[in-house]
């Protein structure tokens, strides 16, 4: 499109006072000879508003910078229809954070007009990406439990299609086995209603249920899912355009515990999921010979919290060791029933279950470290109790409950030591073992099978759960329009689980409606824009199809990258990766950066003010600077800084055509990666640091100091740090100098 540039210069908020407005519109009308520049008190107001919409009408205005505050705040007020914006921050990040009139404090504001202009004129209106398939909304869920039918009943009552797919003959999962449970309002255990919520879905005329089924097959891409049911020995296929996994947990294998939880040395030793199971139909009974009890201890974290086995706590079994003594206690009032546990964990209002529980007579030993003796069917409990300061002994016990925790069914990777067996034996029980290990992995491996060039399941963080971060992000996994839900998730309660499947089917839902008209999902939400590739100067590296943390590339026989443009999240890191830099956006591109560094003006080093770029991550390090901006704190007033849609978007083009500006330095805010990452696509700040170990031989080919470079980990939170980490870097900047390719 043929650009008609106008600028709007706000002087609202303080602008106005502490900025020569007329000098700074020469920069538009002088340097840019920019056709229409205007001020006014207030742009965000309905007059100001319509100031531009008049000459977007009038003048025909389609490509607008507007010079006020910061573009995270009044986007709707500034949201006009077929025209490129670009919003110039000279509110937070400029009048907010420096001082008023000052000259630095004006340069700043100039050069940041100079950077905004330059970047509109690279940009080009996105067009929404329009496959030539129809875009399917309906929704698959993969699990008939609890989770997996509470979102499909959800996704139905919303109004969407809903395909069902259970791999047990019968819907209902681990509940199935459950014959009481404890929710709202934790006042006392209530009759499990399970098969209620299995009538309502297998009778909903918009859920199709396929129970004894498997997915064989899943191609495609949000909005484009192709999936492969087998069921009942003939396949049949559904187009998706999401899908939900809700396939659910299993228990902790027993047999892995230590020794002294004595599981195996007796029947009477039992875990909470085989207690359920036992006692569902029958009354509860000592397992050895069906004799009522008398005595019951119900012992927690048996293999949890512990890096032997489960390192994590496994939410739920508390509250489960309650309901399960209620349950011994309400069959036989006179009954003695302990718990021993670490930390009891009833959080919420399942407090209240708790407090019955003690007024039920239940007894509390908390220790660390119990020890199960084991004489036939005898059974005794050893416990350090920690509040009376002395050892505890349980006798004549009828059953002993251990509490194994939850494992996803995404679990994979079984352990392959074996313990020393006697002589004959020992490869028999390899053999046995080997074949246990195959099978167990085609079981739990077998979901999705994706025909992704990554790999046929959802990539995992430690502990085996999907990659679906807690905090800044639930429900989203490494593949677009994946979503996971329930205790295939992370361990937790069946009211936790029905609240988590209802926001994961809502992810589902905005997804296939912001497909179906081209827009990016979470975390750049209504995104038009989409990665083009100009294929001529590929040279088959793979960097995008590796790099790319959602799996938006396959490649084809010649290594070609064969993009799938709905599993795009527009991060941008493709773009960084691409060492031909091949791929762009039309409103985001290594061109259009490169030019925002060249319009920066570079001070001739006897005027002593030195020039310091700052490439931040829009999701975290750019709200964090604004922030500081709103609480008045003073930053340098010698740095620039352009928001990237990612860290990992980072092409090292930009740091080498900054230091041959003469620009003194460069730094660089991202998020936390690793295990415990803030990094919105997850990969990216990993990805730039990662590169940017490469930038020594730049640096050297320069012959500068490495120091000129630095990467900072910048969570939203830590905006009172900012000012600090500048003017540190400032002085690192003038202890090695002015960069001695100024005036080049």
Same mark, same amino acid.
């Given at each position: 499109m043929e650009h008609k540039v106008a600028v709007y210069i706000c002087t609202g908020c303080g602008i106005g006072d502490a900025l020569d407005i007329e000098e700074l519109g020469k920069v538009a009308t002088s340097e840019n000879s920019v056709p229409i520049c205007k001020t006014h008190p207030n742009l965000c107001s309905q007059e100001g508003v319509e100031l531009i919409k008049s000459d977007i009408a009038g003048e025909g205005a389609n490509t607008l910078a507007i010079a006020a505050c910061s573009p995270r705040v009044m986007y709707d007020a500034f949201d006009f229809e077929n025209c490129i914006v670009d919003r110039v921050n000279i509110r937070e990040q400029v009048v907010w954070c420096q001082k008023p009139n000052d000259e630095d404090t004006q340069m700043m504001a100039e050069d940041y007009l100079r950077m905004s202009l330059a970047k509109v004129e690279k940009?080009?209106?996105?067009?929404?990406?329009?496959?030539?398939?129809?875009?399917?909304?309906? %929704?698959? +869920?993969?699990? !008939?439990?609890?989770?997996?039918? =509470? *979102?499909?009943?959800? $996704?139905?009552?919303?109004?969407?299609?809903?395909?069902?797919?259970?791999?047990?003959?019968?819907?209902?999962?681990?509940?199935?086995?459950?014959?009481?449970?404890?929710?709202?309002?934790?006042?006392?255990?209530?009759?499990?209603?399970?098969?209620?919520?299995?009538?309502?879905?297998?009778?909903?005329?918009? %859920?199709? +249920?396929?129970? !004894?089924?498997?997915?064989?097959? =899943? *191609?495609?891409?949000? $909005?484009?899912?192709?999936?492969?049911?087998?069921?009942?020995?003939?396949?049949?296929?559904?187009?998706?355009?999401?899908?939900?996994?809700?396939?659910?947990?299993?228990?902790?294998?027993?047999?892995?515990?230590?020794?002294k939880l004595a599981f195996g040395a007796s029947d009477n030793v039992i875990t909470n999921a085989m207690f359920e199971e036992m006692f569902k139909e029958e009354k509860i009974a000592r397992p050895s010979d069906k004799q009522d009890v008398k005595n019951a201890a119900f012992l927690q974290c048996a293999g949890q919290r512990d890096p032997n086995h489960l390192p994590y706590c496994s939410s739920i079994c508390c509250l489960t060791a309650l309901r399960q003594a209620c349950q011994v206690k309400a069959q036989n009032p006179d009954a003695n029933v302990y718990v021993v546990y670490k930390e009891l964990r009833t959080p919420g209002q399942a407090e209240d279950f708790y407090r019955k529980a003690q007024e039920d007579g239940i007894t509390f030993i908390r220790c660390q470290d119990p020890e199960v003796k084991a004489s036939g069917n005898q059974l005794t409990v050893e416990a350090d109790d920690e509040l009376l300061g002395e050892k505890v002994v349980l006798e004549d016990l009828d059953m002993v409950v251990l509490a194994t925790g939850m494992v996803p069914v995404t679990a994979f990777g079984p352990d392959f030591s074996m313990e020393e067996t006697e002589e004959g034996e020992e490869e028999k029980k390899k053999e046995?073992?080997?074949?246990?290990?195959?099978?167990?992995?085609?079981?739990?491996?077998?979901?999705?099978?994706?025909?992704?060039?990554?790999?046929?399941?959802?990539?995992?963080?430690?502990?085996?759960?999907?990659?679906?971060?807690?905090?800044?992000?639930?429900?989203?996994?490494?593949?677009?329009?994946?979503?996971?839900?329930?205790?295939?998730?992370?361990?937790?309660?069946?009211?936790?689980?029905?609240?988590?499947?209802?926001?994961?089917?809502?992810?589902?839902?905005?997804?296939?409606?912001?497909?179906?008209?081209?827009?990016?999902?979470?975390?750049?939400?209504?995104?038009?824009?989409?990665?083009?590739?100009?294929?001529?100067?590929?040279?088959q590296c793979k960097r995008c199809t590796m790099e790319c943390p959602f799996g938006a590339y396959n490649e084809d026989e010649k290594a070609n990258p064969l993009p799938n443009p709905t599993r795009c999240r527009r991060c941008g890191i493709c773009m960084g990766s691409c060492p031909e830099r091949i791929i762009s956006f039309k409103n985001y591109s290594v061109d259009m950066i490169g030019s925002m560094i060249k319009a920066i003006e570079v001070p001739e080093e006897d005027e002593e003010k030195p020039r310091v770029l700052m490439l931040v991550c829009e999701n975290d390090a750019y709200p964090a600077l604004d922030m500081t901006g709103l609480k008045r704190m003073e930053l340098s007033p010698y740095i620039r800084v352009i928001p990237l849609r990612c860290l990992g978007s980072i092409n090292l083009v930009w740091i080498a055509d900054a230091l041959s500006k003469g620009i003194d330095g460069i730094i660089l805010f991202g998020c936390r990666p690793g295990d415990d990452y803030q990094c919105h696509f997850i990969t990216g700040s990993e990805l730039a640091q990662y590169r940017l170990a490469k930038i020594a031989e730049t640096l050297d080919r320069l012959v500068l100091e490495s120091e000129r470079v630095r990467v900072e980990e910048i969570a939203i939170i830590d905006w009172e740090r900012i000012p600090e980490i500048v003017e540190e870097f400032m002085e690192t900047i003038e202890e090695v100098g002015p960069n001695p390719y100024k005036g080049w």
């Open positions: 940009m080009e209106l996105p067009e929404p990406y329009q496959p030539e398939q129809e875009v399917s909304k309906n %929704i698959l +869920v993969v699990g !008939g439990g609890l989770s997996g039918m =509470t *979102s499909a009943l959800e $996704g139905a009552k919303a109004g969407y299609s809903v395909v069902l797919v259970e791999k047990e003959a019968q819907l209902g999962g681990f509940q199935n086995n459950v014959k009481q449970k404890v929710t709202f309002p934790y006042k006392d255990v209530q009759d499990n209603d399970i098969d209620n919520l299995i009538a309502a879905v297998t009778g909903h005329d918009k %859920i199709a +249920v396929y129970t !004894g089924a498997n997915i064989e097959k =899943t *191609s495609g891409a949000p $909005g484009l899912f192709d999936v492969s049911i087998k069921a009942n020995g003939s396949t049949v296929d559904h187009k998706v355009g999401a899908i939900v996994l809700a396939a659910g947990w299993k228990p902790y294998d027993p047999t892995k515990l230590d020794e046995e073992e080997e074949e246990d290990i195959i099978a167990d992995i085609i079981r739990r491996s077998d979901i999705l099978n994706l025909e992704y060039r990554q790999g046929p399941e959802l990539p995992a963080l430690r502990n085996d759960f999907p990659d679906s971060h807690f905090i800044c992000f639930p429900y989203e996994t490494r593949r677009t329009g994946i979503y996971a839900a329930g205790c295939v998730r992370r361990p937790m309660s069946t009211a936790t689980a029905m609240e988590d499947a209802t926001g994961a089917i809502m992810k589902a839902i905005q997804c296939v409606e912001l497909t179906s008209r081209g827009a990016a999902v979470h975390p750049r939400v209504g995104d038009l824009s989409f990665p083009e590739l100009f294929m001529q100067r590929c040279t």
